[in-house]
């Protein structure tokens, strides 16, 4: 199956893209202090350089006290990490490539296994990080508004920078995911309640702000799961209606792009109907959206970090979704992670050059 729809070009706001590839935010932990070195500007210089459309940041954690459980992710603020990131889109774009960073707040998390902790207890709704597993501390009224505050802040610096976008991580149980989990979210006030509708409040806050920080014309995407790593058969929404519920708010606060994380992209979201999440975020919002999960490899990302190995695998049910019209862009993790030039041998028909993904990779930043 051609590969065609892939490559078309895409416009939206500040976006302007050669094509409808994506690399996914991936975790590298390779910022000693939050601060993103030259090796690290290098990495994402290289996938620009192999033509991926938007290069989307490792996740890049905003400015609380304990919004990070790992010493060597990078930070968006403060002087030095800025800088660090200035020098990562100026090679971005030097390589003509398009990127926007994953702006994040873990929430409440299990400590790292380095012993790092941060200077004060991880904060969460309600200080659960799943069902009966406590690390931290209920935020308060006033931590809830400074947070809202740092993710527009983080939002006007990748603005400033000359970023291209910004993404909210708002997924993979991470601290927003944390208010849309009615298991995690056991709060009473305005960001609680027994709907996933209600507890929408908290996210549509954060991209309020992020909008009023940036300007109508700056691209803002959320990146959301179903999912959660400690719960994967876990659903959010459980109907077409519930899911309208949760989206729509969203979109109403500013959202221009929907990122759906699935573990598999070929997987449909409800029955009755083969649409993944993507597909079904789509029809019922009307917005562009990223599809991703698993595209190009056999295996999934949880697996690697289990030290499962994967292969290339076929595109041609992607591509059918992709002209079916499902989504508007495909994020591309492990294989882009393993071969900066995983784009660039796709649109030349080079499948046999096509590397598979080992758990080494994980370990370094692979430049060739």
């Known amino acids: 199956m051609s590969t065609e729809s892939l490559f078309k070009p895409f416009q939206l706001k500040t976006l302007n893209l050669r094509n ?27 996938r620009a350089e192999g033509e991926v459309g938007l290069i989307l940041s490792e996740g890049t954690v905003i400015d609380r006290p304990s919004s990070s459980n790992d010493a060597n992710i990078p930070h968006f603020y403060g002087q030095e ?28 998390m299990d ?8 200077p004060v207890p991880f904060e969460g709704p309600s200080g659960l990080n799943r069902p009966g597993f406590s690390n931290g501390s209920t935020m308060t009224q006033e931590d ?27 997924a993979h149980g991470y601290l927003i995911d944390q208010f849309f989990w009615e298991s995690t979210n056991l709060r009473t006030d305005v960001y609680g309640g027994k709907t996933l509708a209600e507890r929408t409040r908290f996210a549509t806050d954060v991209i309020r702000e992020v909008r009023r920080q940036v300007g109508d014309d700056f691209a803002v995407i959320i990146r959301l799961s179903q999912f959660k790593p400690s719960a994967y058969t876990n659903k959010l929404a459980t109907t077409p209606q519930e899911m309208d519920s949760w989206l729509q708010p969203l979109v109403e606060a500013g959202v221009d792009i929907l990122h759906c994380s699935q573990r598999r992209f070929w997987e449909p979201e409800f029955e009755g109907s083969d649409l993944n999440f993507a597909g079904w975020a789509k029809k019922l919002t009307g917005k562009p959206t990223i599809t991703v999960g698993s595209v190009g490899l056999t295996g999934d990302f949880f697996g690697a970090f289990a030290g499962e190995s994967s292969q290339p695998s076929s595109l041609d ?35 046999s ?16």
């Open 20 to 46: 409808r590839l994506v690399m996914a935010p991936m975790t590298r932990s390779f910022s000693p202090g939050g601060v993103p070195t030259p090796e690290v500007a290098a990495y994402y210089q290289k």
């Open 81 to 108: 990490a800025l800088a660090g990131w200035q020098q990562v889109i100026d090679q971005v774009h030097a390589g003509g490539g398009q990127m926007g960073p994953q702006i994040w707040h873990m929430g409440i």
């Open 111 to 118: 400590n790292h296994h380095s012993g790092w902790v941060p």
């Open 144 to 170: 809830i508004e400074n947070t809202i505050l740092a993710f527009g802040q983080a939002a006007a610096s990748a603005k400033k920078a000359g970023f291209d976008c910004v993404e909210i991580h708002g």
């Open 317 to 351: 049910e992607l591509s059918r979704r992709m002209d079916r019209g499902d989504f508007d862009l495909v994020a591309v993790g492990r294989p882009l992670l393993a071969d900066p030039n995983w784009v660039t041998k796709i649109k030349t028909g080079r499948t």
């Open 353 to 368: 050059e096509l590397k598979g993904f080992t758990k080494e990779a994980l370990g370094e930043l692979v430049m060739d």
